[in-house]
């Protein structure tokens, strides 16, 4: 069986395959480390940064859901001084490009932590979460409004040359003008989607579950309206996608690609088995070569109309 | 570690509870008490997450229906709360399971010599028979169990054959002292001058209530807690707790799974 080309590039960030590891549910990479090897993933992208350090919601933070999970973890996070000096050291050891996923409380916020990325060579590349509120302006969040998603990526993008991804939320009553929004921005690439909000009651109790009483539902349950998001969004826009949603298997991922991604991130299927992107990119390359496909690009945009 | 196991047993023994033996990897025998597993308790997306249990035993035994050889196992402790539980319940001889473990940072158990202290309520008891099996060759154990109703009192004779003093309460009064299980041993630790350390596991009440007894009578201890967890390794960010030194301008979150499950009470803010 001959060897396929895995391999994939997005605004110059050369993967080894399409695999990722989403935002959130990796750590910084070491935490699982000792379950992977990170040298046979593409790319691994960090928990969301913000300028001070977070410390995120109170608990209950997570619960199950069928198919899925709500989580309302708050973006708790060490801040970009921590990460510099605590987290860039590691990462310089692995071969695997490291992408930085950013949020700001404010439009300022975005453009100072992209200025300060731009300065750490370890960094391959930028995913900007617009899936939060911006605090001088009523809480509204900012990938739901076409205006502010243009002017935080506009922001990003002078503050950095580095591969800027916006990850889209699917919160949002029509994701293309998003999209359309963040390109005309300047952005390199889209991740889409970000979690579904979502929310658990606790009937004893009469309660919400999650002290936040919403959260973001992940997982298999949501797959089918990201791979609707990823095919609407492929159609309108002339932009490399990252495909994100309930992927816990090769055969998703590869659905993910013909829809139009040129990569994919997993996230909630680390947590049922850690070594699940490792071999889903195995997978993958075993469907190519059994099915004399010689390279994995080919698969991209490749659904065919009924 | 990652790894495959196969159900030896898988025993009901008391309403609602359940003791699992499992093959196991040579590795995890090198454990240290207070340390969990992940368990995936069925291969399919529903039940979603992993389930931790603390470990309850490790040993080597030679499996019944293999020529003697020794055969590694692992034995936890669970009670059917929920969906996943009910799950594990339904299993038999030869089901398998896909582990994690062992994760997170395990008991200290001291000086050997210097007596402990043993406290377990219900379900939470299990760590703290490997612990007792760890110290009792060495050091005079104690142990406190405390449940709602007798049915909620597991194990008393295997900590009872290890050499350890049982003490027992019940809410109820149906076994043992009528009363909390923290009430019995501050009577004990007013009467007596012994204990060196004390260990716990058991609902967040009644380690709260050690907690006070640890502090008033100044005397090290250690408490092993319960969180839900996604990841179990320290990523998700999903089972914190407040460290002793958070507030709302100066966040201490610590991971159940990773910074514990066990923390010295001190560590940890109690309100």
Redesign the interface.
């Given at each position: 069986m001959m060897k396929p080309d895995m391999s994939v590039e997005i605004a110059g960030i050369r993967m080894r395959n399409p695999i990722m590891t989403a935002s959130?549910?990796?750590?910084y990479g070491e935490?699982?480390s000792?379950?992977v090897n990170l040298e046979e993933i593409g790319a691994i992208i960090t928990?969301g940064l913000s300028l001070k350090?977070?410390?995120?919601n109170p608990?209950?933070?997570?619960?199950?859901?069928?198919?899925?999970?709500l989580?309302a973890?708050g973006l708790?996070n060490v801040g970009i001084d921590a990460f510099i000096t605590d987290k860039v050291p590691f990462l310089r050891t692995i071969a695997t490009p490291v992408v930085v996923n950013l949020f700001g409380n404010t439009l300022d916020e975005y453009g100072e932590l992209a200025a300060r990325l731009d300065r750490v060579a370890e960094v391959a590349g930028v995913e900007v979460n617009i899936s939060c509120p911006n605090v001088k302006h009523g809480g509204i969040v900012f990938g739901t409004d076409p205006k502010s998603a243009y002017d935080v990526v506009k922001l990003v993008r002078e503050a950095t040359i580095k591969p800027l991804i916006v990850k889209l939320s699917p919160n949002v009553t029509d994701i293309v003008e998003m999209a359309n929004a963040c390109a005309d921005a300047g952005a390199d690439a889209l991740s889409l989607i970000n979690t579904l909000t979502g929310m658990a009651v606790d009937l004893q109790k009469r309660r919400p579950v999650l002290a936040n009483i919403t959260g973001g539902l992940s997982?298999?349950g949501i797959k089918p309206i990201a791979l609707r998001m990823v095919w609407q969004v492929a159609k309108a826009v002339n932009l490399p996608i990252i495909g994100i949603g309930g992927i816990?298997s090769a055969t998703d991922a590869l659905e993910f690609m013909l829809v139009g991604a040129t990569a994919v991130q997993i996230g909630?299927a680390?947590?049922?088995?850690?070594?699940a992107a490792q071999t889903i990119a195995r997978d993958m390359e075993l469907y190519l070569a059994e099915n004399g496909i010689p390279d994995v690009k080919k698969l991209i945009g490749a659904l065919e109309s009924n | 570690m990652q790894f495959r196991s196969m159900v030896i047993s898988n025993t009901k023994i008391s309403p609602g509870y359940f003791r699992m033996r499992l093959t196991a990897p040579r590795e995890l025998l090198s454990s240290q008490p207070g340390q969990f597993i992940m368990v995936r308790v069925r291969d399919a997306i529903d039940p979603l997450l992993r389930r931790p249990f603390g470990i309850f035993d490790l040993g080597n035994a030679p499996p019944e229906f293999s020529g003697g050889m020794e055969q590694p196992y692992l034995e936890m402790l669970y009670r059917v709360v929920g969906k996943g539980t009910a799950m594990l319940a339904t299993l038999h001889h030869s089901d398998h399971l896909d582990l994690l473990g062992p994760l997170g940072k395990g008991f200290d158990p001291g000086d050997a010599g210097e007596e402990k202290i043993l406290v377990g309520g219900g379900v939470g008891l299990a760590p703290l028979y490997y612990l007792a099996k760890t110290l009792a060759a060495t050091t005079r154990v104690r142990l406190f169990i405390g449940g709602k109703t007798k049915e909620d009192v597991l194990c008393v004779t295997e900590f009872e054959r290890l050499g350890v003093e049982t003490y027992v309460a019940t809410d109820d009064g149906t076994l043992g002292a009528s009363g909390l299980v923290t009430e019995v041993l501050e009577r004990h630790l007013l009467e007596s001058q012994g204990g060196k350390g004390i260990f716990a596991c058991g609902p967040m009440p009644m380690l709260k209530a050690v907690a006070a007894i640890a502090e008033r009578f100044k005397i090290p201890c250690q408490v092993s807690l319960e969180a839900y967890m996604a990841c179990g390794m320290g990523a998700c960010l999903g089972c914190v707790v407040k460290g002793s030194e958070h507030d709302e301008f100066h966040p201490d979150y610590r991971c159940v799974c990773k910074d514990g499950p066990v923390f010295d009470f001190q560590e940890l803010r109690w309100v």
């Open positions: 959130g549910t990796f750590g935490e699982f000792a379950y928990k350090p977070r410390a995120g608990t209950p933070r997570i619960v199950e859901t069928p198919g899925g999970m989580n973890i708790q997982g298999p816990m909630t680390n947590f049922l088995d850690p070594s | -």
